[in-house]
């Protein structure tokens, strides 16, 4: 929680270290108090590993990994003037919600095999994703392309009176609040390991 996401911000993409736009202007400091990108309040992960022993000296190894984390806020942002799009947060920060929470399961499967001379080979095969879901990690932020003037400690109801900086209506993005990122889909990785 704060009003400064770090040298990387993920609202903006703006990688600037030292040298960014978050306190150029001060009607850019409005509402931007509250949860910032990496804010996960849930953050679980089990892992259970099963060995079986083969005739040789060798075992199979079992893993299975369950992951959970919450969504990102969701911010409400506008264009400035200057700055262009993403950097008006109109409403405070994480005022859109969240993304929904994502679930996965990842499998680990390997086979160790002891060599002469105090040397070992391993063969694994990992599936990420095991159940291939595709849950949203990330949507539009952007509320409007116009340039406006941030709502000052404003609520979702006062967007119906929001106002361009020239008095005008603004053109609400129809893209607001749809996704524009997914869950990484089931992969596959292979390996081998010689250690000695």
Partial sequence: LGNYPGTYDATTDENSPNFSANYDLTDLLANKNGPLPTDRPHNVKFNGIYSQPL???????FGLTFSLFSGRPINVLGAHPIYGTSYVYLLPRGSGGRTPTVTQFDLHIGYDQPLPRGMNVSLFVDA????????????DDDYTYSFVAPV??????????????????????????QPTAYQAPLYMRFGARLSF
């Fill in 55 to 61: 005739p040789g000296g060798g075992k199979l190894d």
């Fill in 128 to 139: 990420i994703n095991l159940l291939n879901q595709r849950e949203i990690t990330s949507v």
């Fill in 152 to 177: 000052r400690n404003g609520r979702p109801e006062d967007l119906l009176h929001l106002r361009t900086t020239t008095g005008q209506v603004p053109v609400v993005n129809s893209n607001f609040g």
